[in-house]
């Protein structure tokens, strides 16, 4: 079998900035800004967040929002793809997540400390609720599964998980990505670390003041060209390569000379059989961190050069957490699809500290090749190109 | 893939040395913990003693951490080490993490935190070793490894879906080695669930061949291997297939069976029409407690049992189905060993195991 082509038949997305990919270019045509106080849960905190205002119809399931989240986009990329029944094939699902993997329901948790007993309901769902296991069962997938829980790279590395699946021959169609909700717990904890912005948030600015969280899902399906051609699927766009690589350094900063995001970078261009020329532009991780910005800012500027079309998205989405690299291999495809990038929002006063500054209005783009970059705690690094296919 | 090298935590103490002796002694009692929010709760549990492991160095560099890390590095350091390849950390090495339940002590200390303070007033420290990632972030630190370090999360099937990965990374050529592994810890809240959804054994003694109703007795631990397809001479063994949710191989002779039943589930009957006549089967659970990551602890013993070429008695031998078990701890010649388990769905995974 041919496993050295994959490529993406469908795609899936909702975030703050739109509940489909149509609704998406619409907002970054206009810079829409869907931010405001969180309404999900109570809190004293005051940063902003880009909640999903709207789930639509038939998506509610009651303390699973992660997953309704995951399903909206798993069904959009399905339709894409054109894709009815599985049963033909060996389908593979993968995601990434953060908030679906922990059991954090503080309301079990608390009736537990104070009475030393708690209904199992958060539970239930819980040991329900596991990503890939569910979507896998709801849409008849008997290929492998895995439920991804890298942090914040989590979908950019279920992509890359599903791309070795598949040239590995374990699948011939894998549903991949990322989905994460709002959380209570991840929020206080990011403001804990006082990375929580009290505004909005500024990726790459020189007065940025940290991130605000956001919640959605993006998911891709991706096959072998024989797959495609077997079934008569045509796809435009195709996952060239993955990089991951581990800074080793610390747990919640990245290693200030970017080590592990090098890496991460030279072996998905590697793997993509190409070049840093070759690259039309890349989704940045850009959470408006400090310290986020500044290394990967400088080791962009240092593998692509000075003149990179460079975007940040997370000014219209927030930082999705695990489902940020399925969100943004989702924006990234469209992007060379489309043959633009939205303006990197937020984004006002060149830092000179960086070498590299984003786009700051909708720009024209050219090239074959996208990269889109995921930084992680732990100090986690991954990165994916994705390409035009030839003619198209 | 060969494995050519295990770590390991578990009650029993750490390095692939305390699974031998207890696969040699056989089945002991668990100790009993006393639950702090249910008044006069108490459950029988397999427990890592962190006082009495033989590593301090690791422990005192990675003092921050919570049990789940230090156990993952103290497991990932020893396979390493056991694998006696020089210079490891210069090659191509990924990481592979995965557990069921990840840091939920952690979690749930975290928790605490929201509950007892406030949100604007949470310990970042205890955020940070909360993510799921955090115990292989460790492992990275700890051990200077700066390849590809994923965690993964299926429940029963972590393991199984950590080393189809570990597989596919060797096989692509991503990485030379793969240290692959699986951990979890018990906690109070987790011993409470498992006791309300599940049935403790009292006794303390999991007995893995009665299928159902099945009783459970909490465990934890951590298990690494290290993978690389290269070297073969000092291997354990090979792995020759991972399968979930079906297995093509069945019809394959082995030498032995290795169940994960170990009480996770209310009902494990579906092991039953897995097992064969002709073939002994054996389950390692009571040795060092149910966990649904289990299936590494197992897939290590099948890997001693075929580098050491002797089988190992079955610990408990309650046998109510008659089925073939294997009784007898002796010296024989050991080709290949079939290592199954079965998640919530009745869907099945196997990892074959053959001598090098």
Redesign the interface.
């Given at each position: 079998m041919d496993t050295s082509t994959i490529l993406i038949t469908g795609m899936g997305v909702i975030s703050a900035a739109g509940n489909n990919a149509g609704e998406t270019l619409l907002s970054f045509k206009q810079g829409t800004r869907n931010a405001g106080p969180v309404t999900l849960f109570p809190?004293?905190?005051k940063s902003p967040v880009f909640e999903v205002r709207r789930l639509p119809a038939g998506y509610y399931r009651e303390g699973l929002r992660t997953l309704s989240l995951a399903l909206i986009a798993v069904d959009q990329a399905l339709q894409d793809a054109r894709l009815g029944d599985l049963s033909k094939f060996r389908v593979g699902v993968c995601m990434g997540t953060?908030v679906a993997?922990?059991?954090?329901a503080?309301q079990f948790?608390?009736s537990?400390?104070e009475?030393?007993?708690?209904p199992?309901t958060s539970?239930d769902r819980f040991?329900k609720g596991?990503l890939?296991?569910f979507i896998a069962?709801k849409i008849g997938a008997?290929?492998?599964?895995?439920?991804?829980?890298?942090?914040c790279s989590s979908g950019t590395?279920a992509i890359g998980?599903a791309l070795?699946?598949l040239?590995?021959g374990?699948c011939d169609i894998a549903i991949a990505g990322g989905a994460d909700e709002l959380n209570?717990?991840?929020?206080?904890?990011f403001?804990?670390?006082?990375i929580a912005n009290p505004g909005l948030c500024a990726p790459f600015d020189r007065d940025r003041k940290g991130l605000n969280l956001g919640e959605g899902a993006g998911v891709l399906v991706m096959e072998t060209r024989e797959t495609a051609r077997k079934r008569g699927a045509s796809a435009d766009l195709m996952l060239s390569g993955y990089?991951?690589?581990?800074?080793?350094?610390?747990?919640?900063a990245p290693s200030p000379e970017g080590?592990?995001l090098k890496?991460a970078l030279a072996?998905a261009l590697s793997e993509a059989g190409i070049g840093p020329s070759s690259i039309g532009f890349v989704n940045a991780h850009g959470t408006g961190t400090h310290d986020n910005d500044q290394v990967e800012g400088t080791v962009l500027a240092e593998v692509f050069g000075p003149g990179l079309k460079m975007l940040s998205t997370k000014g219209l989405t927030g930082h999705t957490l695990g489902a940020a690299g399925g969100i943004e291999a989702v924006f990234t495809s469209l992007g060379l699809r489309e043959g633009w990038i939205p303006a990197s929002a937020g984004f006002q006063n060149r830092d000179e500290a960086i070498p590299l500054a984003p786009v700051r209005e909708t720009t024209a783009i050219s090239g074959r090749y996208a990269i889109s970059t995921s930084l992680?705690?732990?100090?986690?690094n991954a990165a994916i190109v994705i390409g035009r296919e030839a003619g198209s | 893939m060969k494995i050519v090298g295990i770590g390991m935590v578990c009650s029993e103490g750490q390095g692939i040395a305390s699974l031998e002796k207890a696969l040699q002694r056989g089945w002991k009692e668990p100790v009993t913990v006393v639950?702090p929010?249910?008044?006069g709760?108490a459950y029988p549990a397999y427990l890592v003693d962190f006082a009495n492991l033989p590593d301090k160095t690791l422990l005192k560099k990675i003092r921050r951490s919570d049990a789940v890390s230090k156990m993952s590095v103290l497991a990932a350091a020893d396979a390493l080490a056991n694998s006696g390849i020089k210079d490891i950390t210069q090659k191509k090495l990924g990481?592979i993490l995965t557990t069921a339940?990840?840091p939920?002590v952690t979690?749930?200390n975290?928790?605490?935190?929201?509950?007892d303070h406030?949100?604007?007033a949470?310990?970042?420290t205890t955020?940070?070793?909360?993510?799921?990632?955090?115990a292989?972030?460790?492992i990275?630190?700890s051990?200077?490894?700066?390849?590809?370090?994923?965690?993964?999360?299926?429940?029963q099937?972590s393991f199984q879906?950590g080393l189809?990965?570990a597989?596919?990374?060797l096989?692509?050529g991503?990485c030379d080695y793969v240290l692959a592994g699986a951990v979890d810890q018990y906690g109070d809240?987790l011993g409470?669930?498992a006791d309300?959804?599940l049935t403790t054994a009292r006794d303390g003694k999991i007995k893995p061949f009665t299928f159902k109703p099945t009783v459970q007795v909490p465990g934890e631990g951590a298990a690494f291997f290290l993978l690389g397809n290269k070297n073969g001479g000092e291997a354990y063994c090979t792995v020759d297939a991972i399968h979930?949710?079906?297995d093509p191989d069945h019809d394959q002779s082995v030498d032995i069976n290795i169940i994960d039943a170990n009480g996770m589930l209310p009902d494990e009957s579906a092991y039953l029409p897995s097992l064969s006549k002709e073939i002994p089967t054996a389950a390692y659970s009571p040795l060092f407690g149910s966990m649904m990551i289990g299936s590494a602890f197992n897939m290590a013993a099948g890997a001693l049992m075929l580098k050491q070429q002797r089988q190992y008695a079955t610990p408990v031998q309650d046998n109510p189905h008659t089925i073939r078990l294997l009784t007898e701890t002796e010296d024989c010649a050991l080709a290949k060993i079939r290592c199954t388990g079965y998640n919530?769905?009745a869907e099945r995974s196997v990892i074959y195991l053959t001598k090098v």
């Open positions: 809190t004293i905190l953060t993997s922990q059991l954090n503080l948790y608390k537990y400390r009475s030393g007993a708690a199992m539970v040991l596991n890939a296991e069962r008997r290929g492998p599964q895995a439920s991804v829980v890298n942090a590395d998980i070795s699946w040239k590995s374990l209570h717990v991840p929020y206080c904890g403001n804990s670390l006082g990089g991951s690589s581990s800074d080793a350094y610390h747990l919640t080590v592990g890496a072996a992680a705690f732990g100090g986690t | 639950t929010h249910i008044p709760g990481i339940f990840g939920h979690t749930f975290f928790l605490d935190d929201i509950l406030g949100d604007a949470v310990s970042p955020f940070s070793n909360s993510v799921h990632n955090a292989a972030s460790y990275a630190m051990l200077h490894i700066k390849g590809p370090t994923i965690t993964i999360t299926q429940f099937f879906s189809q990965l597989q596919a990374w096989d692509q991503r809240v409470y669930v309300h959804k979930t949710n079906d919530c769905y």
